[in-house]
């Protein structure tokens, strides 16, 4: 069984920044359970959970969506089973509860976490 946790939330200035992290943790039999993609979602009050950033997590190469481009950066260290989401330049609309979810190899979201609150105060 999977476990995702995240941790790293807290409340900062606007501008200011913050940095993720969620590891994962569990035992994986064969390539179809193995981590292909880890990804970072949120949740603003009222909003519906959008995607911020995800990672391919063989080659690394990131996704991002248009509103956090710039400032930003999903990383992963496989050694360590941790992602992570450095967020720079923060603004009060980046304000939610953010969750990581794991996709396997068959492309399927297995897993994610309990959420982290993030609140910019303006």
């Known amino acids: 069984q999977v476990q995702l946790v995240e941790s790293g939330g807290g409340l900062v200035q606007a501008g200011g920044s913050l940095r993720l992290s969620c590891v994962i943790s569990?035992?994986?039999?064969?390539?179809?359970?193995?981590?292909?993609?880890m990804s970072w979602f949120r949740q603003a009050p009222g909003m519906q959970r959008e995607l911020v950033a995800s990672?391919?997590?063989?080659?690394?190469?990131?996704y991002y969506a248009d509103s956090v481009k710039g400032r930003f950066t999903i990383s992963r260290d496989s050694t360590k089973n941790t992602m992570y989401l450095q967020m720079d330049k923060l603004k009060p609309d980046d304000t939610a509860i953010y969750y990581c979810?794991?996709?396997?190899?068959?492309?399927?979201?297995?897993?994610w976490g309990q959420g982290t609150q993030v609140t910019i105060a303006s």
């Open positions: 979810y794991r996709t396997n190899g068959l492309g399927q979201y297995d897993a």
């Open positions: 569990g035992r994986f039999f064969g390539p179809y359970e193995m981590t292909e993609e």
């Open positions: 990672i391919n997590w063989n080659t690394g190469d990131p």
